[in-house]
């Protein structure tokens, strides 16, 4: 197969004053995670890492210019791939040990999946090519090149812990489902929600080795509820209330027997 150099790994998209969104272009929309940076007064923060194929540091060295805390919203591959890059970071107890030790099996082809994994992602919505990148971050680059590399974590949150930036304070909301350590970052101030792969405006994945259907409508229930102004997810463009109630609706309507 011959993939072409990318020209560069990371876009960015400034948002507004203190929020700028990075993603990376070349990895596949399965795996395509937003990465965002927002400058607080003492500190900034990184929600996500993407897939550490090509160094997040270095894409994003105009906007750290304060220490940065790299929050894990989970421990799927395609979001906590810079971690090892930053040396302050925070996840959920639930997935703390995933963080340091990378335990599954990290691959850009995905001939190393499991069957039933593909086809659960396909029944999903996704595509799921043979490659897991459209282009290479350097030349000589090999798909059989790329690792997860440990990051232990330096802060372990729980429900209602605090991520103080000195003029912003984010409440940690425990949302599992999609994974059990997953979190969001909700600000109550603004109506701003970070909400990892809890919920985004896409194909919602409940099937994987650890999601769990339950604790997925629990957490359906509790967003529907959430005052939001302002979701940035983990996948797919950012939205609103309206558009939040309609997405954890119809996961309601889904898969609750006892319905929404
Ligand atoms: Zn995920
Ligand atoms: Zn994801």
Not at 165 to 178: A, I, K, M, S
Not at 240 to 256: M, P, T
Request: with cysteine.
């Amino acid at each position: 197969m011959s993939l072409t150099i990318a020209e560069r790994w990371f876009e960015t998209r400034r948002i507004d004053d203190d929020i700028t969104l990075l993603w990376e272009p070349h990895v596949v929309p399965l795996l395509r995670c937003n990465i965002w940076h927002v400058r607080g007064r003492d500190r900034d923060l990184l929600v996500d890492t993407g897939m550490g194929i090509a160094s997040l540091r270095h894409a994003a060295r105009h906007l750290l210019e304060k220490p940065v805390l790299a929050v894990a919203t989970h421990t799927h591959l395609d979001h906590v791939g810079g971690h090892h890059e930053f040396a302050e970071r925070l996840v959920h107890r639930l997935e703390a040990d995933s963080l340091r030790e990378p335990g599954r099996l990290a691959t850009l082809s995905t001939a190393d999946w499991a069957p039933e994994e593909v086809a659960m992602m396909r029944n999903a919505g996704y595509e799921v090519p043979g490659a897991l990148i459209t282009a290479l971050p350097h030349a000589g680059y090999k798909l059989s090149d790329y690792r997860r590399l440990p990051a232990a974590p330096t802060v372990i949150v729980e429900e209602g812990d605090v991520v103080d930036l000195g003029d912003r304070q984010f409440d940690v909301l425990h949302l599992p489902g999609h994974s059990p350590g997953s979190i969001g970052l909700w600000e109550s101030k603004t109506g701003t929600l970070f909400s990892g792969d809890a919920i985004y405006d896409g194909p919602l994945l409940d099937q994987l080795p650890r999601s769990n259907v339950a604790d997925y409508l629990r957490t359906m229930r509790r967003l529907r509820e959430l005052p939001v102004r302002v979701v940035h997810a983990g996948h797919d463009p950012s939205f609103g209330r309206d558009r939040l109630k309609q997405i954890a609706e119809a996961y309601l309507k889904r898969r609750d027997s006892k319905a929404a």
